[in-house]
């Protein structure tokens, strides 16, 4: 260690630059191209010495005929229906050593229609026809991707489709098509993994739709556009905004993918997003990444011209970018008609380069390296091992300890002597090839001289890369790396001797410090000195070699890929008893991190058979502690779902077992009740007291003094406790079972049995397993209260059979191909619902057998991640304002879930609330959702023992305040109230809804004397009043945002009708208006909004519209006037002034001003003057704008000053 110093340095200077050179040219919206477009990129391609690649980014026809959708390959047709496809071909034919990449686009997709899918795969099959080699359509049959193209070295191309999120009619479905990844979470998570496993690459995300625009399609307009037509103009233009069609980036259907990239970009550098929906040239600076819109081929149109677009033109033509050798990245915009450049920008600079310019240095270049002379005289001395401490920056105080738990600081904090791994010599030479990574760890990926796959990864984690970019440097991202200390340093090390007990395949980690060293070359920097284990890194050998893969399999598949081959392959036959002991000894560990990445698979091919054995991994959150009160409060099953504590008490395995919830739910569904007290009772015989410590010991013997009895003595408790964890896992998920069978035909058989149980089999019915049963399990109406049987694709066959009844619930989900449904048995016999989109292809016979008809698309395929739980949670509310002084509100929410409404069947509340002022409340609601079509029934009541109407001074304008009367609550008016309503929502464009309602109040004015109502006026409502109502409301919301927006515009209206004692019927009429205009690079704004009120009848004066604070007149007390009507009008401008990187948490601040202007259309009253109100305040935003908190204060001439502080800014 003399030399360390002189060691890391060099070591940081180790390896010379990639060498990677791409040229990549983009073009997209082709169908628009104006005439010498692809001449000029002919000429490009040919002008320059370095080859070329093509991507062509969507919208090669201009929507889809009927006869490009029902086009069949045998028509022989194809050069006349897509004719217009003939320059591309041309172009590709005359440079066959030239790579042309297809991604589709809406267009292609007849234009997000209902033959978008056909015309796409049409298409496709046209282009394969050409027999263009160099022709490349990665994106096959549909499917969103991701796939991942190696352009050089350093330089990779990772195709999505992103008109398959968009697309709002029949795409590729999961387990029912041919795609690797047909769900979106799942091609989120590879999305992720690409990103993850390349950090050190360029990554060229390229698809249709890009994450930003500047243009139209993303949301920006210029301002003749509000105007076209007044008001009018204003509502389109605010839907297409915040709403959006489906040619919009801000649709719902692509948010999530959308809200993804974005997500990205602030985790990862070196990423070139790539797309084409606006008609328009644009380049977009992204944080520390860029955007390119390569959509301007033909006549451009209008997009904004502001920062961080780096370049905008609406010029037709397209794009070059050029990846160096020193790494250095540039882009050039050419000329369609002579391909001379337009503009010219550096994306990234080389490392080498000194530039003083703010652009980023190419992070997919590591700094520049020494000479080879250098490294010959560069010696290294590297011991055997060491003594380190895996994470002294744990330690805190006894105090610290409470709130953030005392987990396994001591252990972290002690010093142990480890190995020293010394990657040239170890394992005959390991080569460093990929740094990688999974959700927290930091890894690296070597390679031995026989080609065996090793993992090197830290012990060390970083939970903060989970948070937001903006959040990581502050004490909430300290906060979360703190929590590593939950999990023990050395816990992987116990798990590998346990397993070699139990016949699960596994991995057998081992403890190094890596040494610094210069076959480490640019990996130095990151990977010298640290603390991590070494383990094989399970893969297919064969891919490489003729040799076996790791653990003698024929394949090593990922759990995605495993799916895909489940679903498509009868003769993929997974151990689902391996796989329940490892599921049960996860829950022995208490390992709460069990997600489908945390899991490989090994496939034996026997006998045509591919037989599957699971590969558990990633031990990171084996024996969790989640001690201290907020790692306690975390870890509630209503707050992180998945978090458990490894401790002596019996665990909540719900919570033990969420993150595997969908995986758990298809692999165990063929086992029984006995089969997990079979694998239970085999682990308990199997882990002996004398194995278990054993196991324990491996863990270096400084860690083991300090934690390695705790452990021993918890596993041992709960290994003797291990069949009360096997019955609590079974029973999770026997109440509602999912048999899933595959895309070949099958045969399923459900046979009401007499003791009511329901058996269900399934049997292979042709092909080399003919015959073979693939199902068989029979179910209890005492654990199992539904079944739902997916056929998935091909003809399959439903049967019902049997003379006995089952109470037990049955779905036939058939999916695609032509299906049979037979009831082979009495009326008497078992029930099942049938669910199919088509049903002219279907075939049913007999009773018991009835069609469901649902307008909700997911119930007519299967979704492995569909299921969800149903949850209990608690309501916490406080509050503040200046008429009744803090407010606490307690209570409990139920959320329960079915088959047809996944997002929710019934939200039960139920709360109390009171306030510092004396009042006090019990409220209770009732939401069914989406009972009739897409609309709510809801239900509410509420009793207040008093409720307080606030003060009220009167009716009319000219209403006085008497300073001495309102210090004795002269005009504090106290009530008596219960009311019950219910009726329908419909919900609809985001936050938007319709409500009709109907309701019963009773309300008593209680405590008069010495108040307003006993000073010789008479107020209708004084008393004890009782009236029943009807209200319809609508709320269009079209705003960007709820708390904070800058633009946009929201309409609302109701009618509340009255139906009181005696005929005494009233109205009341309200509606109201606000828009919002913004600047576009900042969010300065200009916002506008007006209301009006009108009663008819005589209206209880707790009924009757009011101005004052929040609603019209901020410069006043709330409810301040009171009348049979109002009209205001309110203006405000914002902006933010400042952003502060705080360490407590990153907030912005803002600026507001307002002048509010409103009169009381008081029918008794002949003049009406206007009241005004001015005034001014600041607004913060931390994290984000839906954390708003604002304070204004404003002024009158009649009264003092108001200040009010809110969530968000009133409007």
Known sequence: ???????????????????????????????????????????????ADLPATVLFAGDFVDGCTEEMSAWKRKQGNGDQVFSSLAPLLDLVRRNPETDFYFIPGDRDWDKSGVNGLACVKAMENYLEDQLLDNLIWPLKNGCPGPELIQLSESVLLMPINTQWWNHPHHKPLPAESSCDFADPGTVLDEMKSIFQENRDRNIIVAGHFPPKSQGRYGGEFPARDHFAPPIIGGIRLSWRQNVGTPEELTNERFAPLAKAMKDYNGFYDGLLFVGAQDKSQQLIRFRRNFILNAGASGPGRWSAQHKPAQHISREAGFTEITFSEDGEVNYIYLDAKDAKPLAERILYHAPCDNAQDTLPVNPAFRPCGITEEDMTEFKVDIPDSQIVVPGAQYEVSKFGENFLGKHYRDTWATPVKVPVLDVSTAFGGLTPEREGGGRQTTSLK??????????????????????????????????????????????????????????????????????????????????????????????????????????????????????????????????????????????????????????????????????????????????????????????????????????????????????????????????????????????????????????????????????????????????????????????????????????????????????????????????????????????????????????????DQFTITGENKSSIKLRFIGGEGEDIYTAESTTKSVKASIYENDREEEIVSGNGLKYKNNWRDELYYYDRTAHEYNEISPLVSVGFNGFSGPKLGLGVQFTRRNFTRRDFSARYRIAAEARAIGSAAVKASAEFGEVFGKADLIARTRAGFPDFFNFFYGLGNNTVIDPDRVRNDFNLIRLKHFSVEGGLRRRFAGRSYFNLLAGYQINETIETENTILNAGTDYYGDGNLRFAYLRPELQLDLRDHPQLPSKGVMLEASQKWGFGDFNNNFGVSKIAGETHFSTRRFPISLSFRTGLALTQGTVPFYEQPSLGRANGLRGFQRNRFVGDGYFFYNVEFRSPVALIESRVVPFAVGVRTFYDRGVILQKSEEARDFKSAYGFGIYLIPLSRSFTVSAVMGFTKEEASVINVSAGTNF
């Not at 995986?663 to 007290?677: A, C, V, Y």
């Not at 004398?690 to 860690?703: D, S």
Request: include cysteine.
């Open 446 to 795: 070597l390679r031995s001289e026989d080609g065996t796959a090793y993992i090197f990864r830290s012990i060390d984690k970083d939970p903060a890369v989970t948070l937001d970019w903006q959040i990581r440097p502050t004490i909430i991202g300290d906060a979360f790396r703190d929590q590593t200390s939950s999990g023990h340093p050395f816990g992987s090390l116990i798990v590998a001797p346990l397993l070699d007990h139990l016949g699960v395949l596994h991995v057998s980690p081992q403890v190094y410090s890596m040494a610094a060293c210069p076959t480490l070359g640019n990996f130095n920097p990151r990977f010298a000195n640290m603390l991590g284990t070494l383990e094989v890194f399970p893969q297919d050998e064969k891919q490489k070699s003729d040799r076996p893969g790791t653990f003698g399999a024929d394949d090593i598949l990922k759990s995605y890929e495993l799916f895909r081959e489940r679903y498509d392959d009868q003769e993929v036959v997974v151990n689902n008893r391996e796989f329940l002991r490892a599921r049960l000894f996860d829950l022995l560990i208490g390992d709460w991190s069990r997600h489908e990445e945390n899991w490989k698979w090994a496939s034996y091919k026997i006998g045509g058979v591919h037989h599957i054995r699971p590969i558990p991994r990633d031990r990171d959150n084996a024996f969790s502690r989640m001690d201290g009160f907020f790692p306690w409060f975390a870890s509630r099953s209503w707050a992180v779902p998945n978090l458990e504590n490894f401790g002596f008490r019996t665990p909540d395995i719900r919570s033990l077992s969420h993150q595997a919830r969908h995986m758990d739910r298809l692999l165990l569904s063929p086992l029984k009740r006995t089969d997990f007290e079979r694998e239970a009772q085999k682990i308990q015989t199997e882990l002996t007291d004398e194995i278990i410590e054993q196991a324990v010991k491996q863990m270096p013997a400084g860690a083991f003094a300090v934690s390695g009895e705790e452990i021993i003595a918890k596993l041992k408790r709960r290994r003797d406790d291990l069949q009360d964890y096997a019955e609590a896992y079974y029973e999770l998920y026997a109440s509602v079972v999912d048999i899933v069978g595959t895309n070949d035909e099958e045969a399923f058989t459900a046979e009401g049995l007499s003791d009511g149980s329901l058996r269900i089999r399934s049997v292979d019915l042709k092909g080399k397993s003919e015959g073979m049963v693939l199902y068989d399990r029979v179910f209890s109406p005492k654990e199992t209260k539904e079944v739902r049987v997916y056929g998935l694709g091909d003809d």
């Open 1 to 47: 260690m003399l030399h360390s110093t002189r060691l890391t340095l060099l070591c940081l200077l180790l390896s010379s630059c990639l060498s990677a050179q791409v040229r990549l040219i983009v073009a997209g919206n082709t169908a628009d191209a104006v005439p010498g477009l692809f001449e000029a990129i002919d000429l490009r391609i040919q002008q």
